[in-house]
C-alpha cells in the first residue's frame, strides 16, 4: 500500500534554475496539498487542489506552481529557485468525509538551494 | 489565515514524566487535528476533536478540544522515549475551504 509517493528525496539546486517535485498517490484521494516545513517547525500550504483540473493557493504561493491534470499526480514546481525555497517539501492527499478525515502524507524531498 | 501557536516549542524530559502541550489560537475552528512527526518521515494523525469540550484518549495520550473550539491540549501521561517526535495541531478552516492550518510544532525528547 503506497498512499502517497515523492520524488525526489533530496535535491540540490543552485540559484535560478529549475525543477519539478513530484506527487503520485494511488488512494484515487481528490484532495492534494503542497506543504513546506522549515527546521523544527510547522508546515505552511503552498497549493492544494479539490480534484482534477482545480487548483487553489495555499498561504505561500509566491515562486512556486502547480498542476492536477489527473486524480493520481500533483506536481509541484520551482521555475527560479532562490535560497529561501531552501525547505522540505511535502505533499499530502486526503479523503472523504471532508471535513475532519486526516492527511496522509509522502514522506518529504528535502530541498537546497546554495 | 489563521494562526495556532503551540507551547513549549521545545521540551526535554525523563521517562515516566508527565507532560502537556498546548495548542491555541483566536480563532475559531470547526476541528482540529493532532500529528506526529518522526526524522525524515511525513505527519501521521493521531487523533480528530470535532466538539467543543470534547476529551479523546488514545492510552497514554489524552487530547482536549477547548470549549470555544479555539485551542486544544495534549496530554502524556508516564512518557516513552517511543514518544519522543514533533507534535503538531492542525485546525480545519471555518467557512469551508477544505485547508488545515498548521501549528508551529511542539519539539519533544524523551530520555531514559
Known amino acids: 500500500n503506497a498512499g502517497v509517493t515523492q520524488t525526489p528525496k533530496f535535491r540540490i539546486l543552485k540559484i535560478g534554475q529549475s525543477m519539478t517535485l513530484q506527487c503520485t498517490q494511488d488512494m484515487n484521494h481528490n484532495y492534494m496539498y503542497w506543504y513546506r516545513q522549515d527546521p523544527g517547525m510547522g508546515l505552511k500550504l503552498i497549493y492544494y487542489s479539490v480534484g482534477a483540473g482545480i487548483t487553489d493557493k495555499g498561504e505561500v504561493p509566491n515562486g512556486y506552481n502547480v498542476s492536477r491534470s489527473t486524480t493520481e499526480d500533483f506536481p509541484l514546481r520551482l521555475e527560479l529557485a532562490a535560497p529561501s525555497q531552501t525547505s522540505v517539501y511535502f505533499c499530502?492527499?486526503?479523503?472523504?468525509?471532508?471535513?475532519?478525515?486526516?492527511?496522509?502524507f509522502g514522506n518529504g524531498t528535502r530541498l537546497t538551494v546554495t | 489565515t489563521q494562526l495556532l501557536e503551540q507551547s513549549p516549542q521545545f521540551l526535554s524530559i525523563q521517562e515516566g514524566e508527565n507532560l502537556t502541550v498546548y495548542c491555541n489560537s483566536s480563532s475559531v475552528f470547526s476541528s482540529l487535528q493532532w500529528y506526529r512527526q518522526e526524522p525524515g518521515e511525513g505527519p501521521v494523525l493521531l487523533v480528530t476533536?470535532?466538539?467543543?469540550?470534547e476529551v479523546k484518549k488514545l492510552k497514554r495520550l489524552t487530547f482536549q478540544f477547548g470549549d470555544a473550539r479555539k485551542d486544544s491540549s495534549l496530554h502524556i501521561t508516564a512518557a516513552q522515549p517511543g514518544d519522543t517526535g514533533l507534535y503538531l495541531c492542525?485546525?480545519?478552516?471555518?467557512?469551508?475551504?477544505?485547508?488545515?492550518?498548521f501549528g508551529t510544532g511542539t519539539q519533544l525528547k524523551v530520555e531514559l
Open positions: 476533536v470535532v466538539t467543543g469540550g
Open positions: 492542525a485546525g480545519e478552516e471555518t467557512g469551508g475551504g477544505n485547508k488545515l492550518t
Open positions: 499530502a492527499a486526503r479523503g472523504p468525509p471532508i471535513p475532519n478525515s486526516p492527511l496522509h
